[in-house]
């Protein structure tokens, strides 16, 4: 099956700093990739849209300034937490759709990210 | 307001029972429900059901949407303890929109 690889799987970051994580689609292209958060015993929570040459949706309360997203291609697409706090500590986990909409969602594996 | 809403929240079963989670939902412009399973990491796919009264199987899980009734069940049949997980079901809707329910958390006891 699709296979949507992330990197790092986890990271340790002083507060202030900024963290970049990639996500890329190893097998098949993706003009669309989703990036989500998930705090413990919580469910996903969408945070945006990333579109492959335009700029990324970002769902409401999710500041973009913050969270920057850039789709380079096809086949990558990178969430940089900027000027990381101790509560941006999650699990960040990204997805790509196989094909048109509507088609099964593959997840990376994560990145759990922690703030000191 | 769009959303997704799962039950039951948290279900506590033993080894051999049947469960069945549901997965209700307010779109607009639906277009398909998948489920998830989610151990430790990333949810792993499960199903994704676009019409309505076809029911999907893989081994012990089963799963059928009812467009009518906004909703979708899943069902374990003989749960075993690797079936412990968080089920989380996904709606897609209108271009590209996605939303997760809150998920249930399964725990089946030897």
């Known amino acids: 099956g699709a296979v949507v690889s992330q990197h790092p799987s986890w990271v340790i970051c002083k507060s202030g700093t900024s963290v970049k994580i990639e996500c890329r689609s190893l097998?098949?292209?993706?003009?669309?990739m989703f990036w989500y958060r998930q705090f413990p015993k919580q469910s996903l929570m969408l945070m945006a849209t990333?579109?492959?040459?335009?700029?990324?949706?970002?769902e409401q309360g999710v500041e973009k300034d913050k969270f920057l997203i850039n789709h380079a291609s096809l086949t990558l697409s990178t969430l940089t937490v900027t000027s990381a706090h101790p509560e941006d500590s999650s699990f960040y986990i990204c997805s790509a759709p196989t094909g048109s909409v509507g088609h099964e969602q593959f997840f990376g594996p994560g990145t759990r990210l922690t703030v000191l | 307001e769009d959303k997704v809403v799962q039950s039951p929240l948290s279900l506590v079963v033993h080894e051999g029972d049947t469960v069945t989670l549901n997965c209700s939902y307010e779109?607009?412009?639906?277009?398909?429900l998948l489920w998830y399973k989610q151990e430790k990491k990333a949810p792993t796919f499960l199903f994704m059901l676009t019409s309505s009264g076809i029911e999907k199987k893989s081994g012990r899980l089963s799963s059928i949407l009812d467009k009518k009734e906004l909703s979708s069940i899943l069902n374990i049949t003989a749960t075993q303890t690797g079936d412990s997980a968080i089920y989380l079901c996904?709606?897609?809707?209108?271009?590209?929109?996605?939303?997760f329910g809150a998920g249930t958390r399964l725990t089946v006891k030897p």
């Open positions: 779109v607009t412009n639906f277009r398909s």
């Open positions: 996904a709606v897609l809707y209108n271009n590209n929109d996605m939303r």
């Open positions: 097998d098949f292209q993706a003009t669309t």
């Open positions: 990333s579109n492959e040459g335009s700029k990324a949706t970002y």
